[in-house]
T-cell receptor
Framework: DAKTTQPPSMDCAEGRAANLPCNHSTISGNEYVYWYRQIHSQGPQYIIHGLKNNETNEMASLIITEDRKSSTLILPHATLRDTAVYYCIAGGGTYGGSQGNLIFGKGTKLSVKP | DAGVTQSPTHLIKTRGQHVTLRCSPISGHKSVSWYQQVLGQGPQFIFQYYEKEERGRGNFPDRFSARQFPNYSSELNVNALLLGDSALYLC?????????????FGSGTQLSVL
């Protein structure tokens, strides 16, 4: 799995968009970009994933650069409940691979402030 | 529908003892993965099981073992506990072993080794 680099922490004002960057310059052609978040004392929660195209769901949008070396997770209207550690993961594309053996880094601690 | 359930939620053991952690996946999910999360770090992959067979193993010593039962529930066993085994142990399930599957995590078992 490719290594990812994320800022250790970020702040965001409540109601504003939160843009969380991730670098994955060694990502291979068949590896996906996944985002999970972990609220204190809970297990990680799936947010979104993509391969090449930008993706959007009810939680967030994922913007992947054309060269796939970086991506941005966008929470369009951050709330206090979005305060969590956000993990960007690149992987799961190897033969027989799956999301079951993803490599998590330290993530970005997002603090949403009133 | 019930999510991924893990038991016990908390456990205290002493060095050298053995521990068994249990996980029930979401109904219909056939893949179970185990992760270890040390304080301040992201989850680290231990094992993945699919259809009762081991499909992946992380960089953990042989003291760690697991199995999956016919009902797709799973156990993680750790022998000869060390202080460094103190961590949050997370179980995750998914429908299949595939690159495009979401992982659903339980809330974990907090293991303290004294």
């Amino acid at each position: 799995d490719a290594k990812t680099t994320q800022p250790p922490s970020m702040d965001c004002a409540e109601g504003r968009a939160a843009n969380l960057p991730c670098n994955h310059s060694t990502i291979s052609g068949n590896e996906y970009v996944y985002w999970y978040r972990q609220i204190h004392s809970q297990g990680p929660q799936y947010i979104i994933h993509g391969l090449k195209n930008n993706e959007t769901n009810e939680m967030a949008s994922l913007i992947i650069t054309e060269d796939r070396k970086s991506s941005t997770l966008i929470l369009p209207h951050a709330t206090l409940r979005d305060t969590a550690v956000y993990y960007c993961i690149a992987g799961g594309g190897t033969y027989g691979g799956s999301q079951g053996n993803l490599i998590f880094g330290k993530g970005t601690k997002l603090s949403v402030k009133p | 529908d019930a999510g991924v359930t893990q038991s016990p939620t908390h456990l205290i053991k002493t060095r050298g003892q053995h521990v068994t952690l249990r996980c029930s996946p979401i109904s219909g999910h056939k893949s179970v993965s185990w992760y270890q999360q040390v304080l301040g770090q992201g989850p680290q992959f231990i094992f993945q099981y699919y259809e009762k067979e081991e499909r992946g193993r992380g960089n953990f010593p042989d003291r760690f073992s697991a199995r999956q039962f016919p009902n797709y529930s799973s156990e993680l066993n750790v022998n000869a506990l060390l202080l460094g085994d103190s961590a949050l142990y997370l179980c995750a399930s998914s429908l299949r072993q595939a690159t495009n599957e979401k992982l659903f995590f339980g809330s974990g078992t907090q293991l303290s080794v004294l």
